[in-house]
Nanobody
Framework: QVQLVESGGGLVQPGGSLRLSCAASLSIFSINYMGWYRQAPGKQRDLVAAITSDGNTNYADSVKDRFTISRDNAKNTVYLQMNSLKPEDTAVYYC?????????WGQGTQVTVSS
């Protein structure tokens, strides 16, 4: 079992920044894959960014050069630094982990980009 707790969402103006955190209940050394997904109202949940245990990353085209995913193994935490935020980034952001072939999800954190 893996429990994931997200934090860091909120309301920000266009062009602003936020950093999301995802704290895992066990050592993320043992988690091969962690990612951030987002879901806007009426839309499907889509991958935003992912990072593997050896540090490889991938990003959705819509967030490349604006978002950065990173992991702090000592704190069992994965981060999503979001810069140059746009209204279309508004969504609930979910942390995901694949551990022993099972998917685990956090409860989600709301990000709203609006003036």
């Amino acid at each position: 079992q893996v429990q994931l707790v997200e934090s860091g969402g909120g309301l920000v103006q266009p062009g602003g920044s936020l950093r999301l955190s995802c704290a895992a209940s066990l050592s993320i050394f043992s988690i091969n894959y962690m990612g951030w997904y987002r879901q806007a109202p009426g839309k499907q949940r889509d991958l935003v960014a992912a990072i593997t245990s050896d540090g490889n990353t991938n990003y959705a085209d819509s967030v490349k050069d604006r978002f950065t995913i990173s992991r702090d193994n000592a704190k069992n935490t994965v981060y999503l630094q979001m810069n140059s935020l746009k209204p279309e980034d508004t969504a609930v952001y979910y942390c995901n982990a694949i551990y022993r072939l099972r998917h685990y999800w956090g409860q989600g954190t709301q990000v709203t980009v609006s003036s």
